[in-house]
């Protein structure tokens, strides 16, 4: 099993670029997300797809989009890249059920972004 | 917004239980504590949950108190692998993530 890969592993771009980050799942998970870790902090939340078709804003937005093209897939687009915005971002996914119910997170290894 | 209290690290010594204490006073009636568990920046990974019994898994124990505004997880017999950030969350829909608690542990 795959389970939620990321790609690119790694990337540098330069102060204004753009790029999209990709996320793939194989689990058949409604829900996925978006994360981005700051060194010695937590995740904090950009966007979130409860299901296909929805997004939704988390935490930290600005400076990104996102687009839920199909159940499987999850990309997160940085349209003119700041060096705010170097980081390792992580993508999850998971099955929320019913709600209370057990509904893991499964994440991504990461992309590692420095923007110059 | 739903949020946890963790303290920011722990030290523990090898083959010794580490107790890892989480704060969620804000939890509603039929929300679930989680908890993940961070090493080396890879990608969290899942290791208890439990809604208001104690819990145990090949992994860890959890322990909820009765009012359920705290949680412990219990690590039995720490190594060395154990050494990581430890998060807790009861957020259903948004599943953000504090700092988390940083755990080393010592030969």
């Known amino acids: 099993n795959a389970g939620v890969t990321q790609t690119p592993k790694f990337q540098v771009l330069k102060t204004g670029q753009s790029m999209t980050l990709q996320c793939a799942q194989d689990m058949n998970h409604n829900s996925m997300y978006w994360y981005r870790q700051d060194p010695g902090m937590g995740l904090r939340l950009i966007y979130y797809s409860a299901s296909e078709g929805t997004t939704d804003k988390g935490e930290v937005p600005n400076g990104y989009n996102v687009s839920r093209l199909n159940k499987r897939e999850f990309s997160l687009r940085l349209e003119s890249a700041a060096p705010s915005q170097t980081s390792v971002y992580f993508c999850?996914?998971?099955?929320?059920?019913?709600?209370?119910?057990?509904?893991?997170?499964?994440f991504g290894a990461g992309t590692r972004l420095s923007v110059l | 917004d739903a949020k946890t209290t963790q303290p920011t690290s722990m030290d523990c010594a090898e083959g010794r239980a580490a107790n890892l204490p989480c704060n969620h006073s804000?939890?509603?009636?039929?929300?679930?504590v989680y908890w993940y568990r961070q090493i080396h920046s890879q990608g969290p990974q899942y290791i208890i949950h439990?809604?208001?019994n104690n819990e145990t898994n090949e992994m860890a124990s959890l322990i909820i108190t009765e009012d359920r505004k705290s949680s412990t997880l219990i690590l039995p017999h720490a190594t060395l692998r154990d050494t990581a950030v430890y998060y807790c969350h009861h957020n259903d829909y948004k599943l953000s993530f504090g700092a988390g608690t940083t755990v080393t542990v010592r030969a």
């Open positions: 804000t939890i509603s009636g039929n929300e679930y």
């Open positions: 439990g809604l208001k």
């Open positions: 999850a996914s998971r099955d929320p059920g019913q709600l209370g119910a057990k509904n893991i997170q499964y």
